[in-house]
Each structure stands twice: as structure tokens, then as C-alpha cells.
């Protein structure tokens, strides 16, 4: 971290050109620099919240350092006060900055839909703990509906739909890991609806339901080229081959060149654990397969496969989160703080992908610089 106030300065204005237009004014309109009975400043007060949540500083250390830079004056306390304050003025600042991001997205279906997952927060220090923290987005809110913290280790801490309610009639996208019988099964005990990505070694597939095993490679064999949707009856089950719920498996075989992509990231991870990698995972990795509930007559395979693709747009911000959020000290006891710090999290994570984007794509010096001349005007 820099001490140059020039540089400081510079950097934080590129910064703002990322954000929201009316980030300011969503400060006061949510109740963020309600109580501040000095400077009410939306920038100083934001910069003091990123030194917490996006460099992942304790209380302690950011206070200190706040009041070094001249930011704000004011204790641990007080600054985990704020930030309880912050939380829906971080939550539309994620809100905004998605709405740039999935903008080409489909619109909302009538049932509300809930995008799963799950990061492990390690916090610093020799002895610093470790946490898993499993959180629901609802789509198109992008409201954090439910979180949950739960030890990285033990009965009970794995991803899974199991650690989530089920709200009858909701819409549940979820990735590999929740690809798992009992995940399954509880989504449909609850009266739920689920797209998960299949991963067909945790997850027996019968034919239709008459208990039969279903020839998946066989039938993946039949899929000829990219672009090609395929689906097909399936139930979904237990390596005793009991029945967790009754879908469909929607694939579409990837293009060469992910396929290539997919095949180098298997080789190295069987390199590096030192494992004999085997033929059927090569086969399966050229394919996109998501195992469903979702209603046949609303959701044609192709629709499924879209909304797997919202979830894997939102994903891709999910991997810059994983790899923040294991930087800081997670609110363990403070469900308002917890979802405030999750919510800085997301924000810091959004304004790293955009800002990359701006960098490896719109421009040679990596910022929109009508934006960053309107972020460099006095308010």
C-alpha cells in the first residue's frame, strides 16, 4: 500500500470511475452516513470499508490505518457499526455493478431463483481459523437471502443443497460440488426445483425410473458437434441406486477449443496429485451436462442450459470472490455485519473483473477516461 497521497489520490480515482454513477447517492438514500458526526464524506467512508473488507485488515489495523490517511477518526467498534450500516449500500452497489455485467441475461421467471455456493474463509495469522461460508443469491434481486458459516472440516460443512432451506416452488442453480444424491434428494423433499451440473461420479443415472442403469457414455458418443443439445430422461441416484428425484439430463457438447482447455486442466491436476487420469473423465469433460427438475413444457432443454449459463456469468465473480474472501477476518457472530462483510466482498471482487476488463479489452491504459474525468470532477 502505497504512502504517496498523489498516488493514493490517482489510484482511487480510476477506482471511482469503475463504480455505480450514483454510488454517492446511494450512500445517503440507504441510511450509510447516517450517524457520522464528522466528515460525511461517501468516499472516505467507502475507501475506510475497502481497506477492511478488501485488503482484509482487522478492525483494529483499519482504524489505524484510516486514521493515518486522514479518512476517519473512530474505533473497532465503531467501524463494525458502520459497517452494519453499509450493508444496503454495499448490497446496491453489487446490484449495479451485476446489472452492467449480466445485462444480456434473461429477465426473471415467475418463481424466485436461488444461485448456490460456498467459499472457505481463512483468516490471517499462524492461527488463524478456517470457514466455510455458504451463502444463497436470489436472481434477479442478487439479494443474499441466507448464509451460513460452518467449520471447513466435519459432518455437516461439505457443499451441499443440504445446508440450505428449500423454499417450495423456488429455483435452485448450483455447480458441481452440489452434484450429490442427498443434495438431490432434499431439494425435492422440500419442494423445490434444481439445475446442478452433473458430476456422474457422485450421481447414478437410471433409465427413466425403472431402476435400469442409464449407458451415459454411450449416449454422449451419439452427440456429434458443438452446438448440439441433447437431452434425456434420467432418475437421479444413490451408489445403492436409490432414487433421489426423477429429471432430465441436458448436454451440449463444448467447443474444440474448451474441450482442449478442459483436457490440459485435468492433466495437470492428475500430475500434481500424482493419479492415473482416467479415459471416461477425458469423455465426459467435452460435454456441459446438467441433471434438472425444472417443468419440461417451461424449460426446453435449451432454457436450461441458458440458466446453467446465468449461473456460470455469476460464477465467474463467484472465483474472484473465493479468492478475496480468503483475505480478512469473516463476522462470525454478527449476522448484520456478516452479510455486509459479504456484500464489500462481492463488491471488490465486481470491481476486479471489471476493472480487468477495461484493462485487457476496451483500452491500452486500462480505464474509460470519460468516466474517470466525470470521477475527477469536485462534488
Not at 11 to 22: A, E, G, H, I
Not at 30 to 54: C, D, E, F, Q
Request: charged share 25%.
Amino acid at each position: 500500500m502505497t504512502n504517496d497521497p498523489d498516488a493514493m489520490n490517482e489510484d482511487w480515482n480510476v477506482l471511482k470511475s469503475l463504480f455505480p454513477t450514483d454510488w454517492e447517492a446511494l450512500a445517503a438514500e440507504h441510511g450509510a452516513l447516517k450517524g457520522l458526526r464528522k466528515n460525511k464524506s461517501p468516499g472516505n467512508l467507502l475507501r475506510t470499508l475497502l481497506i477492511h473488507v478488501g485488503c482484509g485488515h482487522s478492525l483494529r489495523e483499519t482504524v489505524v490505518r484510516a486514521g493515518r490517511a486522514n479518512l476517519a477518526q473512530l474505533s473497532d467498534v465503531a467501524l463494525l457499526k458502520r459497517l452494519r450500516k453499509s450493508r444496503e449500500w454495499l448490497y446496491r452497489l453489487c446490484l449495479g455493478l451485476f446489472a452492467e455485467r449480466l445485462g444480456d441475461l434473461p429477465g426473471a421467471c415467475p418463481e424466485t431463483v436461488y444461485l448456490l455456493d460456498a467459499s472457505i474463509v481463512s483468516e490471517p495469522g499462524k492461527t488463524g481459523s478456517q470457514w466455510r461460508l455458504h451463502y444463497s443469491l436470489c436472481w434477479p434481486s442478487l439479494k443474499c437471502d441466507f448464509f451460513r458459516i460452518t467449520p471447513v472440516k466435519g459432518c455437516g460443512s461439505g457443499e451441499s443443497f443440504a445446508r440450505f432451506p428449500v423454499v417450495a416452488g423456488g429455483l435452485y442453480l448450483a455447480d458441481r460440488a452440489y452434484s450429490t444424491a442427498p443434495g438431490i434428494r432434499h431439494v425435492e423433499r422440500g419442494g423445490g426445483r434444481l439445475a446442478v451440473r452433473l458430476n456422474p461420479n457422485a450421481v447414478r443415472l437410471l433409465r427413466g425410473e425403472g431402476g435400469e442403469p442409464f449407458a451415459l457414455l454411450g449416449k454422449l458418443r451419439e452427440i456429434e458437434g458443438p452446438g448440439h443439445i441433447s437431452q434425456w430422461r434420467v432418475t437421479a441416484a444413490d451408489s445403492r441406486g436409490r432414487a433421489a428425484a426423477s429429471g432430465r439430463l441436458c448436454v451440449v457438447r463444448k467447443s474444440e477449443e474448451a474441450i482442449r482447455q478442459a483436457h490440459a486442466k485435468l492433466r495437470r491436476k492428475a500430475q500434481k496429485n500424482q493419479s492415473n487420469l482416467q479415459p471416461e473423465t477425458l469423455e465426459y469433460a467435452k460435454f456441459v451436462m446438467v441433471f434438472t427438475t425444472f417443468e419440461e413444457e417451461r424449460f426446453p432443454a435449451g432454457a436450461v442450459l441458458e440458466w446453467y449459463r446465468v449461473r456460470w456469468q455469476i460464477e465467474l465473480v463467484f472465483k474472484r470472490f473465493k479468492g478475496i474472501a480468503g483475505l480478512g477476518h469473516l463476522p462470525k457472530h454478527d449476522a448484520e455485519s456478516s452479510r455486509a462483510w459479504l456484500y464489500g466482498k462481492l463488491f471488490v471482487a465486481l470491481l476486479t473483473e471489471k476493472l480487468m476488463a477495461y484493462a485487457g479489452d476496451f483500452s491500452p491504459w486500462g480505464y474509460d477516461i470519460d468516466r474517470l474525468a466525470d470521477a475527477e470532477q469536485p462534488a
